[in-house]
């Protein structure tokens, strides 16, 4: 889990902040309310995620619930990855 | 009309109407003019005189609505700054138009404070989102926006009016192709006439309820507030198209009839199988700000086939230009369309003749929805503005190249320059190459559009570096994210080791993007 979470967060400041470490955000941020991503980022994230973690994502699962924060997204991921095995 | 008349006439007519839905909250017209005529007495107190300036750098949200109204009611005149605007940007417009007051959200402030400081006719600042604690300033008077519409410091009556429609109502930023946003000066009158048009074609009522998606520093997001609030209908704001499946449930719960859409949020919808979604609310959907590929045309009406589908072509300088009555989107499928009502609109050879059915020539539009200028720039105002028909008059030429067909149906056939159109927004490649010039190692810069299926066009950055200069694209996307608004943020940066020129040895824009084209 720690690992996914430094992994998705790293993802977020190399494509979103284009590298920017000097921008602060905490794993339980907002990405929306941060103004961290956009929501055309979502896409380029979800993307990502179904790549990287071999997970399909449905459109049912495109909720902030799952998506709108470094923690929130990784617990997704680990959800979804042990529902893959 | 006044522009504040819209809420005021409401807020009589369906005083415990839901007006506004922004998340959880809900307001009704006469909160919401209360709230407004609080603001406004307290911006009143302030010192806001009639004819000031008053910036708004809020997101969409109830906090950006009441602002408008407010400065509305207080005379003053509002321009609304995109919510991802950095302290350059919000340095330029708040001193290009001498702005006394400014009224942003607490988290915006911590960003672009030095701004602040660099902005000397800026006397107010009303800060949403904190009740207490404000920052002390030596020359700026700091208030909080929520304890003034809460409190009973201010009076819930409207202050008395001193304003006539011919004054001006709005200065809406846009790219223009010197570089910097220009100011687009509206009266009262302009946007009232351009309301009642839009409203006369869709058929707006007050049983409408529309949800925006669009910011509210844009034009075409901007209008479904005045629109909707104008018919005293229910305007639901939405901050984020992110989830795009949370959209489609609001639909459904909210019983939205009308969705302004830009292409790009067509797109993105499209991805969805819109059958499994109850969308049976929707009366209407309109597209502008960029063509609508046709083909993503028929697959709404497939989807949507109780929606009508509007496509539409306007300018912020005149509001809208155009519709196509959804009735000949099969027999006319790459039209935007015809005049708006109350508008007149032709074709003109570079001479500025009229030219016949079928000849590419420059549109240019007539009618009172036209605009005063540009914000301090008589040369580009007189470029845009020049003599009509009828003497004294002035009307717009809009730089798109057009031809029009024998019933007056048009047909956009180009920008006559090199303005971007990504997202449904227009952005001026000179404005981003000025911010990238300022990287040191970049030797020359360019910036063009690329076709995307998504955003319409995606904004490339194509350099050459000085010799024993190394820099990531990284870098360079970083240097314009401080600098600019989120979406002129180049998506592609090309390293190349030497641009196309000219033969006066200018950088060739055209030649650097035509095999981007082609290759796209």
Partial sequence: ?85 | MQIEQFLERSAVRFPDKTALVCGTERLTYAEISQMANRLANALIARGVRRGDRVAVCLDSCSEAVISIFAILKAGAIFTVLDHTIKSDGLRHIVNDCSATSLVISADKLRDVEVALEQAPCLGSVCVAGVSADLPEHQRLRFFSFDQTIKGSEFGADAPRKQCMDSDLAALIYTSGTTGRPKGVMLTHLNMFAASESVISYLENDPSDVILNVLRLSYSYGLYQVLTGFSVGGTVILERSLAYPYLLLDLIKRERVTAFPLVPTIAAMLLQFDLNRHDLSSLRYITSAGAALPVSHAQLLRKWLPRARLFIMYGQTECKRISYLPPEQLDSRPNSVGIAIPNEEVFIVDEAGHPVGPGVVGELVVRGPHVMQGYWGLPEETARALRPGPVRGERVLYTGDLFTMDEEGYLYFVARKDDIIKTRGEKVSPREIEDVLSAIEGLLEVAVVGVPDDVFGHSIKAVVTLRDGFSISAQEIQRHCAMHLEDFKVPRYVEFRTSLPKTDRGKIDRREIRHPLEARA
């Fill in chain 1, 1 to 85: 889990m720690e690992q996914i979470e430094r992994d998705l967060r790293q993802f977020v400041i190399e494509n979103f902040l284009y590298g920017d470490t000097g921008k602060h955000f905490a794993n339980d941020d907002s990405f929306l309310e941060k103004g961290l991503i956009d929501s055309m980022s979502i896409v380029t994230l979800v993307a990502h995620i179904q790549q990287r973690y071999a997970v399909h994502l449905t459109n049912e699962e495109l909720t902030p619930e799952n998506l709108d924060s470094v923690c929130r997204l990784a617990g997704f991921v680990q959800g979804k990855i042990g529902k893959a095995k």
